[in-house]
């Protein structure tokens, strides 16, 4: 006999593509009255098949965001930051409203600070460099958390200590998705949530005695991994996570199909 199990799911964000003229058209005569750009309609269209599929926790955006963060900053001179750098949140903060208004609850992903690729031409000094951009980043999440989601993924490129030490918070969670040994013991020493990938799960549990956590995320599990999983962890500290880079409505279908687990009893 066995014993069916349903995990939660959680979106770590979603890559949602450049639409066609025909789909922009008819998505603006849908939600005539509204404000909307191209980058708000990614960001709210990331969300439909995540609805659509029953996934647990929600979360729009994506890398693709950069650009949106990028154009709110004061101080930069092409990608380089040449003054002290400040943030104008308006724009972010209307899209946080809008995300919170389509799917209550809903989190929403953005590139982690290291993932704007700006490079430092101004204070000269990586730890100054570091504490401005946390900063305003530690501004741009809590006007969106203000504007109505419930948190943010922040996708990095590696994880660095300043960051994570400086921003990580119950609300707040980093993702690495090409995650190596020395980034995942960064996440591990600072969030009580890790994600990792499937093929991950050695490098996890093999660092369980150095380091403490409350809640593991899968991304992308199959039922190997999630076998493997139980049988260190209980099921209320498993869960099973998303993040789309293409074919959305049948990544997240697959998602929410791989969250049943026939557990051996």
Known sequence: MSKRLNLPT???GAETGIPDVAELSSWIAVHKGKALDLTRFRILQSLVPQRQYGIGTPCAGGRFLRDRIGASL????G?????????NTGILAADARAVAEEMPGAWCALPAPDGLGIVDDYFHDPDEWSDALCGVYRTILRSM???????????????GNEEIASLTGKKVL?????????SLAILLEYQKEVVVGRNQLAMVFDLADEYSFRNLCIVDPDPESIGLALAHLDTDQLNVGGYC?????????????????????
């Open 10 to 12: 959680r979106s770590l």
């Open 74 to 77: 004061t101080g930069l001179t």
């Open 79 to 87: 990608d380089r930051v040449t003054e002290d750098p400040e943030v």
């Open 145 to 159: 958390r203000d504007s109505g989601i419930a948190g943010n993924v922040l996708i990095c490129e590696k994880a």
């Open 174 to 182: 980093f993702f690495q998705p090409d995650l190596d040994r020395t």
């Open 245 to 265: 880079t293409a074919d959305c409505e049948d990544y997240w279908k697959n998602l929410a199909g791989s969250a049943t687990y026939e557990r051996p009893r």
